[in-house]
C-alpha cells in the first residue's frame, strides 16, 4: 500500500467515525440540542479538523440522514426484487418500508426531519440538493414498480408513474407516523401499529390494482 492510499484510508476512516459519533448525538439529543463542537470532543478531534470534512452541522445531519436513506433503499429494492408482478411489488416495497421504520426508528424520524427541514427551508442550497437526490434514487424503484405493473396488468394503466408512486410513498409514511395514535372506533380497542399500516397497504394496493372484470350470469 502507497503512502498517497494508506492516507486516503485514514482521511475515510476519520470521516466514518465523525459521523457515527453525530449519529449518536443527532439520536440522543436532537439537532437543535447539537453543536459542532459537540461532535468534535465526542469524536475526539479538534474543531477545526470537523470542518475539513464537512463545512457545517446541516451537513454533518445529511451525511447521517443519507445512511438511513441507502438502508432504506436496499430494504424496499430487495423486497422488491423477489417479486414478479408490479402489485406484487409494491406491497413488497411497502412492507420493507414499514421493516425499516421499526428496526430504525431513528433513521426513520431523521427522514422525516430533514424533509421538513427542506421543505422549510432551513437546509442550505447544497445539502438540501443531496438530500432531495437520495429520496429521488429512492422514489424511482417505486416509480419502476408501477411501470412495471402497468406492463404486465396488474396495474390500472390510468396510473400515472410518477404521482402514483408519491402517492404510495407519501400515504404509507403518513400513516407509519401516526399509526401509533389511530384508534379504530370510539369505545373499540385500540388496533395494533401492524393492523393499522398492514390495511392501508391493502386499501393503497386495492385502489391501483387492475382486477378483471366478472362476466355477468357467470
Request: proline share 2%.
Amino acid at each position: 500500500m502507497t503512502t498517497a492510499q494508506r492516507k486516503e484510508l485514514e482521511k475515510e476512516g476519520r470521516r466514518l467515525t465523525i459521523i457515527d459519533t453525530a449519529e449518536k448525538l443527532f439520536a440522543t439529543k436532537g439537532y437543535d440540542s447539537v453543536k459542532m463542537e459537540d461532535v468534535a470532543r465526542e469524536a475526539k478531534l479538534a474543531k477545526g479538523t470537523l470542518y475539513l470534512y464537512f463545512e457545517n452541522k446541516d451537513a454533518l445531519y445529511v451525511a447521517v440522514v443519507l445512511r438511513g436513506i441507502a438502508l432504506m433503499g436496499d430494504m424496499v429494492g430487495a423486497a422488491m426484487a423477489g417479486e414478479k408482478k408490479g402489485i406484487s411489488k409494491i406491497y413488497a416495497g411497502g412492507l420493507a418500508y414499514y421493516e425499516f421504520s421499526k428496526k430504525y426508528p431513528v433513521y426513520f424520524g431523521m427522514l422525516l426531519d430533514a424533509q421538513q427541514r427542506a421543505a422549510a427551508g432551513t437546509l442550505g442550497e447544497a445539502v438540501k440538493d443531496q438530500f432531495l437526490h437520495a429520496k429521488h434514487r429512492a422514489l424511482q424503484t417505486t416509480i419502476e414498480a408501477v411501470r412495471t405493473g402497468i406492463a404486465d396488468g396488474t396495474i390500472r394503466p390510468a396510473a400515472e408513474p410518477r404521482k402514483t408512486a408519491l402517492l404510495l410513498m407519501e400515504a404509507t409514511t403518513a400513516m407509519i407516523r401516526t399509526s401509533h395514535e389511530v384508534h379504530v372506533t370510539r369505545g373499540s380497542p385500540a388496533a395494533t401499529r401492524d393492523e393499522i399500516v398492514y390495511f392501508t397497504l391493502d386499501m393503497l394496493r386495492q385502489a391501483i390494482e387492475l382486477k378483471s372484470t366478472p362476466v355477468r350470469g357467470v
